[in-house]
């Protein structure tokens, strides 16, 4: 089993220690792109599949980088919808 494999199944289990640098390893594997709007983007970051359009947006975490459960269960969700897993 590959780290990207890994990465994916420990991603899928929602662990309570997934961080933000994890996601984005993840869904750049997947052909997402980080994009957000500048410094006053604040928190909130998009990352965008620019083939089939797909956007999936979240709160970046902070103070620490440790992702909130709610954010791991609606990247999953939008991850199934959207056929990459």
Do not use: C, W
């Amino acid at each position: 089993m590959g780290t990207f494999e890994k990465l994916l199944e420990k991603f899928l289990a929602k662990p309570k220690d997934f961080t933000y640098d994890e996601l984005k390893r993840l869904l750049k594997k997947l052909g997402y792109s980080e994009s957000n709007k500048g410094k006053t983007s604040g928190s909130r970051v998009a990352f965008v599949d620019y083939e089939t359009k797909d956007i999936i947006r979240v709160h970046k975490p902070h103070p620490g980088n440790i992702l909130k459960e709610y954010v791991i269960k609606e990247v999953i969700k939008a991850l199934q919808e959207q056929g990459k897993i």
